[in-house]
């Protein structure tokens, strides 16, 4: 056999990274470069979950195997549609979900502190009851259900296309127990529930920005990135109403991407916690129940 060809499973990864280099595409949709892409890429070809790819990077693919690797690498070249939406599949904080076009691909900054259960900011005997607004695939629904084991959790989407990919998240992961799912605009279905903690990742790319995107977001439903002219329109909401949904003592967490910059401006008398991912990111902020009822006003537009 030709040499120069990949052979072992190492090759083949290597083989897609030049590939996805070559194309330019873009890698922000479960992984941020060429390399963890393509052994993405490979692994699942290979049926094989990330952490199990090292010990068979020996290995040499079966034909049918390599066929499939090549024509998942061609289709995401070809496509510029996320590798997620090919393989059906996202990894979120440790766990695999199922995903399709109907939902983004689970990404957000959140998962690093769901999996420490935001510590020191919670207090964990405190929480029995929780809110993910905004669910989209159930993914941080599912994510804080395993974190906090004996709360009930609420999940909420306007989409009952979002609805119906998390209701085969929430099944896959035994959750239904634990786990409601409910279709609403924000809180209007919710006026009388109260929660210890509310965690959201809504939409927040401004209008203008929507036409800058990668190729690749193009794919993702515009309902789950766009909000308005300034991106803030859901956050601001949320902000506005979250007080009344809150038990005395609560938290509200919510990741605001880019837009933190010129949420912070608007509201630059609000407490933000911004909380620091392992890799240095700010884009996820914490507000108490009590910060959130002093600066009601402000959110409600009234100051
Ligand atoms: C950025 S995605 C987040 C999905 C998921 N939480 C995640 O992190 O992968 C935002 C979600 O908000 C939903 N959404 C948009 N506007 C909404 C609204 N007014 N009320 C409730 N959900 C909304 C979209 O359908 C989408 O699923």
């Known amino acids: 056999m030709d040499k120069t060809l990949p052979r072992t499973v190492a090759d083949f990864i290597g083989w897609t990274e030049r590939r996805f280099g070559e194309a330019g595409l873009y890698f922000g949709h479960g992984t941020d470069n060429a390399l963890d892409e393509a052994a993405w890429l490979v692994g699942s070809a290979l049926q094989l979950a990330p952490h199990e790819l090292d010990e068979h990077l020996a290995d040499e693919p079966t034909a ?26 996202a990894w979120f904080a440790g766990l695999k979900f199922y995903v399709d076009e109907r939902v983004i691909v689970p990404r957000s900054l959140t998962a690093e502190f769901i999996q420490e259960q ?6 964990i005997a405190q929480v029995h009851r929780i809110l993910d607004l905004c669910t989209g695939s159930g993914c941080m629904a599912v994510a804080l259900a395993y974190a906090f ?56 790319v401004a209008r203008a920005e929507m ?18 002219a300034t991106g803030l329109d859901a956050i601001v909401r949320i902000l ?34 911004w909380l620091t991912t392992s890799s240095g990111d700010e884009s996820v902020f914490l507000l108490t129940r009590e910060q959130l009822q002093q600066h009601q006003a402000r959110f409600a537009g009234v100051l």
């Open 240 to 273: 506005a109403r979250a007080p009344e949904q809150l038990n005395p003592g609560g938290m509200l967490v919510a990741e605001v991407g880019n837009s933190g910059v010129v949420l912070q401006e608007k509201f630059p008398a609000v407490p933000f916690t």
């Open 118 to 123: 935001f510590q020191p900011w919670i207090e």
């Open 211 to 228: 036409q800058t995107l990668p190729l690749e977001y193009r794919h993702e439903p515009a309902l789950a990135l766009e909000s308005g």
């Open 64 to 89: 049918a195997q390599r066929d499939a690797i090549r024509a998942l690498a061609q289709h995401r070249i070809a496509t510029r549609r996320p590798l997620a939406y090919l393989l059906k599949e």
């Open 149 to 204: 084991p004996g709360t009930r959790v609420d999940a909420t989407d306007i989409s009952s296309d979002a609805l119906a990919v998390a209701r085969i998240n929430v099944e896959n992961h035994g959750m239904g127990e634990r786990l409601r799912l409910i279709r609403s605009d924000l809180f209007s279905v919710l006026k009388n529930e109260r929660y210890d903690l509310i965690v959201t990742n809504p939409p927040y």
